[in-house]
């Protein structure tokens, strides 16, 4: 299996932020603030300057694209020290999330469902946004989801699935680096526990293991005690994991 710090690199880039910037081993991203892992700054290497410093270039920067200053850090490396300077100086530990992976082949049962899933449908990028839309009611401006799909259309797959005519389960699934990223899991309320999510999944891990992806990787929060046991049944394991610094208040 990849190291963490190749795993993190495909992930961010099957997540792409609208604008990236890299300084001083940091790695900032600008996506019109449409979630935090495209609208954060990730910490990888060790800085040659003053922290101080580079914390206050960084908030500026995120101040002029009207975005709130959010650090992503990972839980090894040199982002343990910046974690330490961010919680000293006030900043506010948010959303311990897990990066869950495993290794995919041709030979895995997986390879062998993609036409086990009929009733998963695989679509545009306009008519998935409308599902997503109408599954998760999620009420932010789409404009920079839509750009960010767009940016990753010609190798990624995206999932919805249909009960009584209606949308109740989509997923996104984005091949990078070798990898294959599992983003946009979302089942309606009213169909939760009963297998739809499993079901979108292996479909995704199918494709996957169908274009020579060595493993799957996906994000889930600490505290989604359903997702990481869905994930688990499908083979999922912990890899390594993150959490965001919020400005004080």
Excluded at 196 to 209: F, N, T, V, Y
Aim: glycine share 8%; aromatic share 8%.
């Amino acid at each position: 299996m990849a190291d963490w710090l190749a795993l993190d690199r495909a992930s961010q880039r099957a997540w792409p932020a609208l604008i990236t910037e890299r300084y001083d081993g940091w790695v900032l991203r600008y996506a019109r603030g449409y979630t935090r892992r495209a609208n954060s700054i990730t910490p990888l290497v060790a800085s040659s300057l003053p922290l101080a410093r580079k914390v206050a270039c960084c908030q500026r920067r995120y101040v002029e694209q009207g975005i709130e200053p959010v650090f992503r850090i990972v839980d090894r490396g040199p982002a343990l020290g910046v974690d330490a300077w961010l919680a000293a100086a006030g900043w506010g530990k948010r959303d311990p999330t897990l990066v869950l992976c495993r290794p995919l082949d041709s030979t895995t049962a997986e390879a062998r469902l993609l036409a086990a899933a009929d009733d998963v449908d695989a679509l545009g990028i306009e008519d998935w946004i409308d599902a997503f839309v109408r599954i998760t009611c999620d009420g932010r401006e789409q404009g920079p989801h839509r750009e960010m799909l767009w940016r990753v259309a010609t190798h990624s797959l995206r999932l919805m699935l249909q009960r009584d005519g209606q949308p109740v389960g989509c997923a996104l699934a984005v091949l990078r680096d070798g990898w294959l990223s599992l983003l946009d899991v979302a089942v309606v309320q009213a169909w939760r526990r009963q297998g739809l999510g499993s079901l979108m999944l292996q479909r995704a891990l199918a494709w996957g293991a169908a274009q020579g992806a060595v493993g799957a990787v996906l994000s889930v929060t600490a505290t989604n005690k359903p997702a990481r046991a869905l994930y688990a049944r499908l083979g999922f394991t912990a890899s390594y994991a993150y959490w965001y610094r919020h400005p004080p208040i």
